[in-house]
């Protein structure tokens, strides 16, 4: 299993007129800990992307347990519990805060794309490198 995680604070932007963090801003959330911890692997998306391959969103799943309020420092801890393959990896995060209470749970199942056809494509090479060793 990998897992790493990031820290991030809200911004009075991010709330709304209850105070909360707006659900929508957990995509974000989870997209900067997937960059982030990426580029710590020495993976990073803009390289990728040219070389032919992106990453969209296929699916995105958040529940939410308690909410995250303006100026939390919360960490997001992000998962991948299986050995990536074919043409999809599942990414699984927990968004704690400064207490370490659990506040939500997510998930993203990215699949990867040939830029040129549109079409599913294998998980690249480097992806492979970086992610197996957590995986022997």
């Known amino acids: 299993m990998f897992a790493s995680d990031i820290q991030l604070r809200v911004r009075y932007a991010e709330t709304d007129q209850m105070g909360y963090v707006y659900h929508g801003n957990y995509a974000a959330y989870f997209e900067v800990t997937r960059t982030e911890v990426f580029r710590r692997l020495g993976i990073e998306y803009k390289e990728m992307e040219a070389t032919g391959t992106m990453m969209p969103v296929l699916e995105l799943k958040s529940k939410f347990i308690r909410p995250a309020k303006y100026d939390d420092l919360l960490t997001i801890k992000l998962f991948v519990k299986s050995r990536p393959h074919g043409t999809r990896i599942k990414f699984e995060y927990e968004v704690l805060n400064e207490e370490g209470t659990l506040l939500t749970i997510g998930e993203t199942l990215m699949v990867f794309v040939d830029m040129k056809s549109g079409r599913p494509t ?3 090479a480097l992806i ?5 060793p957590y995986f022997s």
Do not use: M, Q, S
Request: proline share 12%.
């Open 128 to 132: 492979h490198e970086k992610l197996d």
């Open 122 to 124: 294998e998980i690249p």
